[in-house]
């Protein structure tokens, strides 16, 4: 069974960094893109970043590009998302999930909740 | 990376059809066979109900269809059931980032 456990949000400052794993199980890890979905509060998906097998090509969302950094361990079945500068806009919850094809995700995590607020 | 477009809402009756819609442009939905809808109902993760325009993962009734004519890509369900009653988004491959995904904005579906 694919398992999907995201971890490590919170409630953090205007401008301060937080960083959230995946850790995934039920497949094989390094076979696969992996990707970071969030969903502010009532409102809709909104792709964030992806992150191919082998980490060789990784795309970000324009609206976090320089400030997010996506990254996996294949040796350690996680994904990553180092959130820098982080924004009010930012508050969502964040899931994890996996890539099939180009763009599609057949599995989700629960979501992790990340709080941007002073 | 605008996203694609969605009506907000829309309602059937048990045992009908209803049809969403999901318009983006060439560089998306009309460049790309990669659309894929997901359903989620209130405090749950979205789950994957057609991907590559009209593939159903296993699982999936075969009352949920897919089609896709140019830049409009929509969603099909026939025979309303109660369950069905979800918010639904559509999403596309785009050439506009590396592994670039654009999601439609969300139609709410009441089952009346």
């Known amino acids: 069974e694919v398992q999907l456990v995201e971890s490590g949000g919170g409630l953090v400052q205007p401008g301060r960094s937080l960083r959230l794993s995946c850790a995934a199980s039920?497949?094989?890890?390094?076979?696969?893109?992996m990707h970071w979905v969030r969903q502010a509060p009532g409102k809709g998906l909104e792709w964030v970043s992806g992150?191919?097998?082998?980490?060789?090509?990784?795309g970000y969302a324009d609206s976090v590009k320089g400030r997010f950094t996506i990254s996996r361990d294949n040796a350690k079945n996680s994904l990553y998302l180092q959130m820098n500068s982080l924004r009010a806009e930012d508050t969502a919850l964040y899931y994890c999930?996996?890539?099939?094809?180009?763009?599609?995700?057949?599995?989700w995590g629960q979501g992790t909740l990340v709080t941007v607020s002073s | 990376q605008s996203a694609l477009t969605q009506p907000a809402s829309v309602s059937g009756s048990p045992g009908q059809s209803i049809t969403i819609s999901c318009t983006g442009t060439?560089?998306?939905?009309?460049?790309?066979?990669?659309v894929s809808w997901y359903q989620q109902h209130p405090g749950k993760a979205p789950k994957l109900m057609i991907y590559?325009?009209?593939n159903r993962p296993s699982g999936v009734p075969d009352r949920f269809s897919g089609s896709k004519s140019g830049n409009t890509a929509s969603l099909t369900i026939s025979g309303l059931q109660a369950e069905d009653e979800a918010d639904y988004y559509c999403?596309?491959?785009?050439?506009?980032?590396?592994?670039?995904?654009?999601f439609g904005g969300g139609t709410k579906l009441t089952v009346l």
């Open positions: 039920g497949f094989t890890f390094d076979d696969y893109a």
């Open positions: 999930a996996k890539g099939m094809g180009f763009g599609e995700f057949d599995y």
């Open positions: 590559e325009v009209s």
């Open positions: 999403s596309s491959y785009t050439s506009s980032s590396t592994l670039g995904v654009v």
């Open positions: 992150i191919s097998w082998n980490s060789g090509s990784i």
């Open positions: 060439s560089s998306d939905v009309g460049g790309y066979n990669y």
